[in-house]
């Protein structure tokens, strides 16, 4: 009995001293360890990727994108549709990029794609305007229009066959924070227009801020929307 009693407690006190040792290295050593290498290697990254203005603030991360809208007139009318700020470039449509109209602070909605296919909603195999409401080509083909409309001066027309597809279309996520600089090229002259800019200031911005292949052959050049919108407002306010 004696015996019995004796391992019992020599067990317990082994199980105790592996849980205190173990909670020391895996949840207080090992942390602080990887936090440490992360904030002398990895600053930027381990602190969200974060993008300050000409002032210091924090105006997002690098890696989340933001829309840029006008107020609602009344902000708790969940029906009333959000319209875009054009004195900003725009970024992707998306129901997930949280709203920011002074690019100061953003809040996120939800992160997600559609699970509609390429063709809902085409006719004879083409998105067209007569394509059923509701269905992913017609929010395409209404996209394009808006495109067009929003982005054409009096000095400059966007033609529909000049709208590139991430114009019009979401990413995977819908939280992308890139653009192709095809969509930057074609915002530049309202862009310069709105915020009383010479377009070739406004086209040198977009190319400063466009960042080519990963390695010079992964993916596609892009443009990070809340970058340039950043420099944009640094320049207007210069």
């Given at each position: 009995?004696?015996?019995?009693?004796?391992?019992?407690?020599?067990?317990?006190?082994?199980?105790?001293?592996?849980?205190?040792?173990?909670?020391?290295?895996?949840?207080?050593?090992?942390?602080?360890?990887?936090?440490?290498i992360a904030q002398a290697l990895f600053n930027d990254q381990a602190n969200g990727s974060e993008?300050?203005?000409?002032?210091?603030?924090?105006?997002?991360?690098?890696?989340?994108?933001?829309?840029?809208?006008?107020?609602?007139?009344?902000?708790?009318?969940?029906?009333?549709?959000?319209?875009?700020?054009?004195?900003?470039?725009?970024?992707?449509?998306?129901?997930?990029?949280?709203?920011?109209?002074?690019?100061?602070q953003y809040s996120l909605i939800l992160s997600g794609a559609t699970n509609r296919s390429a063709?809902?909603?085409?006719?004879?195999?083409?998105?067209?305007?007569?394509?059923?409401?509701?269905?992913?080509?017609?929010?395409?083909?209404?996209?394009?229009?808006?495109?067009?409309?929003?982005?054409?001066?009096?000095?400059?027309?966007?033609?529909?066959?000049?709208?590139?597809?991430d114009a019009v279309t979401s990413s995977g996520s819908g939280l992308d924070p890139h653009i192709?600089?095809?969509?930057?090229?074609?915002?530049?002259?309202?862009?310069?227009?709105?915020?009383?800019?010479?377009?070739?200031?406004?086209?040198?911005?977009?190319?400063?801020?466009?960042?080519?292949?990963?390695?010079?052959?992964?993916?596609?050049?892009?443009?990070?929307?809340?970058?340039?919108?950043?420099?944009?407002?640094?320049?207007?306010?210069?």
């Open positions: 009995m004696n015996n019995s009693v004796g391992n019992t407690a020599r067990l317990i006190g082994a199980g105790l001293r592996a849980l205190l040792v173990l909670t020391v290295i895996c949840g207080v050593i090992y942390p602080l360890a990887v936090t440490g993008i300050k203005d000409k002032s210091g603030q924090v105006v997002g991360s690098s890696l989340i994108g933001q829309s840029y809208n006008l107020p609602k007139n009344d902000p708790d009318d969940a029906e009333e549709a959000a319209k875009p700020d054009l004195k900003w470039f725009q970024p992707r449509p998306s129901n997930g990029l949280g709203s920011n109209s002074v690019n100061t063709d809902n909603g085409a006719v004879n195999g083409l998105c067209t305007a007569g394509a059923e409401e509701g269905t992913l080509c017609a929010q395409v083909v209404a996209a394009k229009e808006s495109v067009v409309t929003d982005n054409s001066t009096a000095s400059y027309e966007v033609k529909p066959e000049d709208v590139p597809a192709s600089p095809a969509y930057a090229g074609i915002q530049v002259h309202r862009v310069a227009e709105r915020n009383k800019l010479d377009v070739r200031q406004v086209e040198k911005l977009v190319a400063d801020h466009t960042t080519g292949r990963t390695l010079g052959f992964m993916g596609e050049p892009r443009v990070n929307v809340l970058e340039l919108n950043t420099a944009l407002k640094a320049l207007t306010k210069g």
